[in-house]
Structure formats: structure tokens, C-alpha cells
């Protein structure tokens, strides 16, 4: 079963198809056999084990294809790993040689423009590897942009979007973690802690993720803040491309490709 639609394979030509659009759409396939899964329900810390495996395994292939692509090219490619993410895929994007990972880091855009940067986020419903209290979140965003000689210039670029940015919009949760009133009824999860650094320190511009239903931009006094959204799941990635002027921000475009 994928996206809710259940489909019966017959040989191994078509595991292999339907293992690749599975791969397609951001998620993990592993081809066995009913031993195995026997064995996988029957040993503790197996599934765990076989998710990490292929979690290695896609990032370094992630990491290949984008070498490949980048080379020669003169494109910088800065990652943070998001609050999904588990510790074990840094080093795999350490070991690349154009994509670089700037978790806790100010980067140098150019002369004019830092990017200060975290891909952590306040608490979710799935306790997820990167996630803290905004209290916590808090502290973390402050050292980081303690590091930015030029805050009015800056770029924030923080997983989590602002709370009650409306970039944050997300279905509301039933105690089983299932959508309520058919995914209808939207409330904000942001994080408190972006918020308060975005209007304390009022930067040029704020670079969000996190929310996948909270494509949009928003205003908050001087600063333009941003999330592409994500639909991922369907294959579809979207970005944002703007253009950085001295003090200002010029054109953007949300993408979908």
C-alpha cells in the first residue's frame, strides 16, 4: 500500500518498479520475504536497525548525486539536517565534497550577507530527533545569532517557522495522532522562539521549512519570511528562489519542480 492505494506485485520486475517510485517519493523500500519479516517482527531493534541502513544509504546516494551535479559548477549548496533527521546522516554529508552542512553556523553569502542557521524545531506530536522546548530552542537560536556581524542583512535560516506566521498552518490532531474534522480544521505550530528572534532582531529575510502545508510568505515589519512548503511524498519539490540585493530583497518566486 502506498498513498493509500494498494497495488499487488507479481515477480521481481515489479518489486524493483514499484521500489523506485517508493524511493521517489522520499520514503524507504526494503524488498523481503516472509522469513524475514518474521524475523523482523521477532527481534527487538531490527526495524530500527534496517531504517537507519537505508536512511545511510539514500543520504550517500543523495550526496553522490549532488557531487556529481556540482562539480565544476561554482553553485554552493548549504544543508541543515531538519528535526526528522537522525545524528548518524552528518557525517555522511561532511564526507561530500560541494554540499556542505551548516547546523548552528553563520555562513558567508558574500560581502554584504550572512545566513545564520538551525534545522532543530520546537516539540511535534512524533518526538522527533531534533526537536526541543522553545525555551531550549530559544538558547540555541541566540548563540547562533550571536555569531552575525550584520544582523540587518541577514538571513535567517531556521527550520521552524514563526508562530502564528500562517506559514505554520497545520491540521489539527486527534489524541491518536489522526487528522480532525477530515484534516479541516488548521491551527498553529510554529515555534515561539523563531517568532520572538525574528521581531527582536528584525533580520532581511527568514528561510522556513518544517510545516509542509505552509507554503507562503509573510511580512514582518522589514523582514520576509518564507516557506516553499512540501509535497514530497508525491514526488513534487519545491523551493523559493529570491534575489538578494544589498539591503533589500528583490524578486522571489516560490518553485515547483
Request: hydrophobic content about 35%; glycine content about 8%.
Amino acid at each position: 500500500t502506498l498513498l493509500e492505494q494498494e497495488t499487488i506485485l507479481e515477480g521481481r520486475e515489479e518489486a524493483d518498479k514499484m521500489a523506485a517510485t517508493i524511493q521517489n517519493r522520499g520514503y524507504y523500500p526494503y524488498i523481503t520475504d516472509p522469513d524475514d519479516v518474521a524475523q523482523i517482527s521477532s527481534t527487538p531493534g531490527r526495524t530500527d536497525e534496517l531504517f537507519l541502513n537505508q536512511a545511510l544509504t539514500t543520504m550517500q546516494r543523495w550526496m553522490d548525486y549532488a557531487d556529481s551535479k556540482l562539480e565544476g559548477s561554482g553553485v554552493r549548496c548549504y544543508v541543515c539536517p531538519g528535526n526528522d533527521d537522525v545524528f548518524e546522516i552528518d557525517p555522511v554529508i561532511a564526507a561530500s565534497k560541494h554540499v556542505r552542512t551548516v547546523e548552528g553556523q553563520v555562513t558567508e553569502l558574500d560581502s554584504q550577507h550572512e545566513m545564520a542557521s538551525s534545522g532543530w524545531s520546537n516539540p511535534t506530536p512524533w518526538n522527533t530527533h531534533r526537536e526541543e522546548p522553545d525555551e531550549a530552542l530559544h538558547e540555541r537560536l541566540e548563540a547562533v545569532i550571536g555569531k552575525v556581524r550584520n544582523i540587518p542583512n541577514a538571513i535567517f535560516n531556521f527550520h521552524a517557522p514563526p508562530f502564528g506566521s500562517g506559514l505554520d498552518e497545520a491540521p489539527e490532531l486527534t489524541k491518536d495522532l489522526r487528522p480532525a474534522y477530515a484534516g479541516r480544521s488548521l491551527v498553529p505550530v510554529g515555534s515561539k522562539a523563531v517568532l520572538a528572534a525574528v521581531e527582536k532582531y528584525k533580520p532581511l529575510m527568514g528561510l522556513h521549512g518544517h510545516i509542509h502545508e505552509g507554503k507562503g510568505s509573510r511580512k514582518f515589519g522589514r523582514t520576509l519570511c518564507i516557506n516553499p512548503g512540501s509535497m514530497y511524498e508525491q514526488g513534487i519539490l519545491h523551493g523559493v528562489w529570491a534575489d538578494l540585493k544589498e539591503k533589500s530583497i528583490g524578486n522571489y518566486v516560490l518553485t515547483t519542480g
